[in-house]
């Protein structure tokens, strides 16, 4: 089966510009979670979805994240505006299971 | 807090046996994972265990659980230059499918 699909898979913003992130879980994984994965660090939960649902946003920066997922399937993450700090790699999981499928990932560089 | 503490660096040599360790907070933890990341790409799920066992092997990869300790250990037989990566040990949070991660051990294997 395909993979978690993530896109752009690398973007170069400047501060306080916008950003969106998009992300196609496996095909029939209603659970999807966004992570927030800075360098020499783990991953850590941005917002969790089940279907087009927000189960779980408490770790989600709301004044300038915001994310949805309108049909239950892609879903985007958007940095609006983006700080020095957001730089990171904003990792998207399905699951299936207790099993969590990693995309690959966007790399997100803020100058 | 919920916290999962891992070494940085791990420097073996191809062949021998490579053990990474971890330590977690949850008790309640249900499942323990091991996830792989290689340079530019997602987390991959290597192997995982469910709370009530102790080991688990599934061929080169050995993980040995000690709960009394909240101690888990991944080792790698014969290891190999591929296996060089990032490894992350993850705990399920509080019984649920949310995913606490470790720092990460890099492992780096010469020949």
């Known amino acids: 089966e395909a993979g978690v699909a993530q896109s752009p898979r690398y973007k170069i913003i400047e501060k306080r510009q916008s950003v969106a992130f998009w992300c196609n879980p496996i095909?029939?994984?209603?659970?999807l979670y966004w992570y927030q994965q800075i360098l020499g660090q783990g991953p850590k939960l941005l917002i969790q979805f089940q279907n087009n649902g927000v189960v779980d946003d408490s770790q989600l920066p709301k004044d300038r994240f915001s994310a949805e997922r309108l049909k239950g399937v892609d879903s985007t993450l958007k940095i609006q505006p983006a700080k020095l700090e957001d730089s990171a790699v904003y990792l998207c999981?399905?699951?299936?299971?207790?099993?969590?499928?990693f995309g690959p990932g966007t790399r997100l560089t803020v100058l | 807090g919920e916290d999962v503490e891992q070494s940085l660096f791990l420097s073996v040599r191809e062949g021998d046996s490579s053990v990474i360790n971890c330590t977690y907070t949850?008790?309640?933890?249900?499942?323990l994972y091991w996830y792989k990341q290689e340079p530019g790409a997602g987390l991959q799920l290597l192997t995982y265990?469910?709370?009530?066992?102790d080991m688990k092997q599934d061929q080169r990869l050995t993980v040995l659980l000690n709960k009394k300790d909240k101690h888990l250990s991944l080792r790698i037989a014969d290891t190999q230059t591929g296996d060089s990566a990032i490894y992350f040990c993850a705990e399920s949070y509080y019984n649920t499918d949310k995913l606490i991660f470790g720092t990460g051990t890099r492992l780096q294997v010469f020949p």
């Open positions: 949850d008790s309640s933890s249900t499942y």
């Open positions: 095909s029939g994984h209603a659970t």
């Open positions: 265990i469910f709370s009530n066992m």
């Open positions: 999981a399905s699951v299936r299971g207790d099993t969590q499928y």
